[in-house]
């Protein structure tokens, strides 16, 4: 069974950056999709980026194009999200998954991580 663990997240001040990590183990990696979510207190969790098994294919949520860019190192087992121009609308705990296809929906994703809080003043 693959077992997710977030890390990299924290305080950062509106504008700033931060790369959160997804790092797999206890199972194969293989062939998965990875996605990012996130999920704000009184809010319905969000699909913020997802990549294929191969990386040459990769979705984002509009409110992120441009500032998020979503990666992967199979070699590592590690799934990458670096945020850049963050604004306060990021805050929120972000979670990763790995799923069968890569895809927005979230009920597509299998295995979840138990998610790091992203907070960013403005």
């Known amino acids: 069974q693959v077992q997710l663990v977030e890390s990299g997240g924290g305080l950062v001040q509106a504008g700033g950056s931060l790369r959160l990590s997804c790092t797999a183990s206890g199972g194969t990696f293989i062939g998965y999709a990875m996605g990012w979510f996130r999920q704000a207190p009184g809010k319905e969790r969000e699909t913020v980026a997802a990549?294929?098994?191969?990386?040459?294919?990769?979705y984002y949520a509009d409110s992120v194009k441009g500032r998020f860019t979503i990666s992967r190192d199979n070699s590592k087992n590690t799934a990458y999200l670096q945020m850049n121009s963050l604004e306060h609308e990021d805050t929120a705990a972000y979670y990763c998954?790995?799923?069968?296809?890569?895809?927005?929906?979230?009920?597509?994703?299998?295995?979840w991580g138990q998610g790091t809080q992203v907070t960013v003043s403005s």
């Open positions: 990549i294929t098994w191969g990386g040459g294919v990769a």
């Open positions: 998954a790995a799923g069968r296809k890569m895809s927005p929906k979230s009920s597509d994703y299998d295995v």
